[in-house]
């Protein structure tokens, strides 16, 4: 190799070496920039949802509902729709119920009032005297989308918050043109507890359809993509319209208190009343003789007693 070409070849390795040397940091500066762009991304979900939880959180209550004899026979959460006090619920919820209570941030109810009811989507709407409630916001022209992400938030037995996020996997209709979603929760990026039950926000904190865990399932139902998943469904609030208006005669509940007490009174004579008869009955009739010749004497003897203080009494 000649002088000339020699010094070409040095000088061209020599260019793609510094080339390398100039470009090393602009591919450090543009892995570091995805990184940053990455952990914003975090960041600002993580701020978006917390402002989506103190938005709603003082509309969503905590429905707790009784049979007759007082024992509690459903309890779910529910979220005020208006000031007039109206409360979206479960109907599985309100499944042979007596009368209910309702809890909320700062209120309690015991005038719980049925207008409306659905079994078939888990759908109830009930109304209480509310004071001072701060409602959702319902959007009833939202159209649902698979893949956009939503929240649900609802109450846990000790009145505390359940937070689920997730996204629309599918939707699908289930009879007289109720549109059912179903969601797969993604894993929770908040020390949440999640749940089932609740409203179904979009993403703009307004309320696009109503949680039930009584509602049908959908055909064909495909695995998890991820470990922490669970199957969240819902109906869209767009479908359910209707529903809101009163149809039929609204059931007024009996109070949580008195009443279920005088029931449980009522309840606990009659069966101490049939326990009795069934306990003398498998005595025997020799022995119900027995025993109804000695409460007799008893009686007579408490009789004679009385007589003879009486009379001691009286003579003095």
Do not use: C
């Amino acid at each position: 190799m000649k002088l000339p070409e020699r010094i070409i070849y040095i000088f061209t390795v020599f260019s793609v070496i510094f080339s390398f040397a100039l470009l090393s940091p602009a591919f450090s500066d543009s892995a570091s920039a995805s990184d940053t762009a990455g952990f914003m991304d975090l960041e600002r979900s993580i701020k978006e949802l917390k402002r989506i939880v103190e938005k709603t959180t003082p509309g969503v209550v905590m429905v707790v509902a009784y049979d007759d004899s007082g024992a509690e026979s459903g309890r779910g959460s529910g979220f005020f729709i208006d000031t007039q006090g109206r409360i979206i619920t479960n109907a599985s919820v309100l499944e042979d119920v007596y009368s209910a209570e309702v809890f909320s941030k700062s209120n309690y109810y015991d005038d719980v009032v049925i207008l409306n009811r659905d079994n078939d989507i888990d759908f109830a709407l009930i109304q209480v005297k509310a004071a001072g409630e701060i409602p959702l916001e319902p959007d009833f022209e939202y159209e649902i989308r698979p893949g956009e992400r939503t929240v649900v938030i609802g109450r846990s037995q000790d009145m505390g918050k359940t937070v689920s996020e997730g996204l629309v996997s599918s939707l699908y209709n289930a009879g007289e043109g109720y549109g059912l979603v179903k969601i797969q929760t993604t894993t929770p990026i908040l020390s949440y507890r999640p749940g089932k039950d609740g409203p179904l926000l979009n993403m703009a904190g307004k309320v696009i359809g109503v949680t039930g865990t009584g509602l049908p399932e959908s055909e064909g139902s495909e695995a998890a993509p991820w470990p922490d998943y669970q199957e969240i469904r819902a109906v869209s609030l767009r479908s359910i319209e209707p529903l809101l208006s009163v149809q039929g005669e609204p059931e007024q509940l009996h109070s949580a208190k008195s009443a279920i007490r005088l029931r449980w009174l009522m309840r606990s004579l009659k069966t101490a009343a049939v326990t009795g008869f069934i306990t003398l009955y498998d005595m025997g009739f020799p022995k119900l003789m027995a025993l109804a010749f000695v409460i007799i004497v008893i009686i007579s003897i408490i009789q004679w007693l009385y007589l003879k203080l009486k009379k001691l009494m009286f003579s003095r």
